[in-house]
């Protein structure tokens, strides 16, 4: 055989169907007298690994792992948060998400961290993987931003202190990513900075905001209001407001009245979600070493837990539990720390046989008077037997010649309550019954109080409840402490569910709302 015969058999070996169906057709075209080499059967083209060749041609900069990784990446909603454990991930996730946008000329991107030192790690990590992702493009020192070849700019910067935002005023960026959000005290950069989300000559651009962190920080209570607690993790959801927990809507009279504005999602990362980290041990290792409280944060990724918390016994996975039908013969109460200005805080509890305490309902309003008040909680309770209800004690200061107390207005109303303990060392008292609630009782191998998971606002704020500083014994007074209040007064009744004197059919049996005393 021919070496042009040869060289063409191994070249045609290598095409596709098609293009070798088209070669067959020119051949019979052309003239009988084109002289063919007969090709010996027991030779056949060599094959081709068309795999190898394709990884010899092709280098891959970046895989996301499968799971969190992927889905944040992926993720279409406005805001995000990828978070958790340490080691899952999310820094590479932040610096990665923005190479979708460098082909576009339009594209401008704002990166952060709260210093210049924290910065230096997301710009390492940058110089890996951008010169290989975007040939071309290049990093301006001076001004710390990455400018691709077709113009779309990425700017990596600090954020130290709140009036820092006010050097991107006037700027506009389609993605802006904070990476360790729980680094910043508080949530007014993430708010300001969401003002500059904005295009002006490429509509197609989506505007996001992207960001990563672990839990704990002193950022950490306002992220997880904003993040973890309106919603299940890895579902999306409209944006709240963090101080009403109400879906933010267009104002009245816009076009868009009433509708909701965008939405949020959270998306959790653990250690093993990352191979790199997981498979040989030895960092899983270095967190299991770590206190309680870090091992839970770092580890777990478990955003419940909080240096400095009053509460860190409380666990979301052992004293939140799924809403059930109270059986009739249980008995019900109520407790309430009531505010005007601030947020008024109703809790109703159910005692079961074995005595534990069940929070099954909640109430957090504010600018709601004590008689609309007392209106709101006999709605709710749509006929249900109440043993009794306990009302902050202070409500029941005489007004003068104003009128009644507002706890008097409300028992007229027919919402009947009972003063909470306030005298001296109570609310010490008070706290330390709270623990020994949450403590897991020997006998039962259960929590002494439970709480709903429909009790949103509760759980999300008794374990972020942090103590006094001046004094340890007690929680923060200064902090959002009203449902917390409310249990407090709730669980210093003692309430019992077994005595014999009292049938939750009659209001009139047993003890009466006006007694002094309860329970034991």
Known sequence: MSKSVRHKLQTNATLPSDTKKLLRKRRKS????????????SIKPPDIDTELAEQKIREVIFEPNPGPQTAFLASTEQEVLYGGS?????????????VRYFNNPHASMLLVRRSTEELRELISVSKQL?????PGIRFMERDKTWVAPSGATL??????????????QGQAFNWIGFDELTQWPTPYPWNYMRSRL??????????YMRATSNPGGPGHQWVKKTFIDPSEHNTPYWATDIDSGEVIKWPKGHSREGDPLFKRKFIPATLFDNPYLSDDGMYEANLLSLPEHQRRQLLEGDWDINEGAAFPEFNRKIHVVEPFDIPGSWTKFR??????????????????PAEQLIVYREMYVSKVTATDLADMVLEAEDGEKMRYGVLDSSLWHNRGDTGPSLAEQMIMKGCRWRPSDRS???????????????????????PRLVFFSSCINTVSQLPAIPLDK??????????????????????????????????PNNHGSGFQMSDAKFGY
């Open 335 to 352: 407790a309430c720390d009531y505010g005007y200005g601030s947020y008024t805080g109703v809790v109703w509890f159910a005692i079961s």
């Open 86 to 98: 340490a080691g899952g991930g999310k820094s590479y996730a932040m610096v990665a998400d923005p």
């Open 155 to 168: 700017w990596m910067s600090y954020l130290d202190r709140d009036d820092d935002v006010m050097r991107y």
């Open 130 to 134: 951008y010169p290989k992702a975007i």
């Open 470 to 503: 001046n004094n340890p014994e007690d929680v923060d007074t200064h902090a959002e402490d009203h449902l917390y209040d409310a249990i407090r007064y709730g669980i210093m009744t003692r309430p019992r569910s077994n005595l014999f004197d009292f049938d």
């Open 198 to 207: 904005r295009t002006t000559k490429d509509s197609s651009l989506p505007l």
């Open 30 to 41: 052309k003239p009988e007298s084109r002289i063919v080499e007969k090709q010996p059967a």
């Open 424 to 446: 001296r060392g109570s609310r010490i008292a008070g706290k330390n019954e709270l623990h020994r609630r949450l403590q897991v009782d020997e006998f039962t191998e259960e």
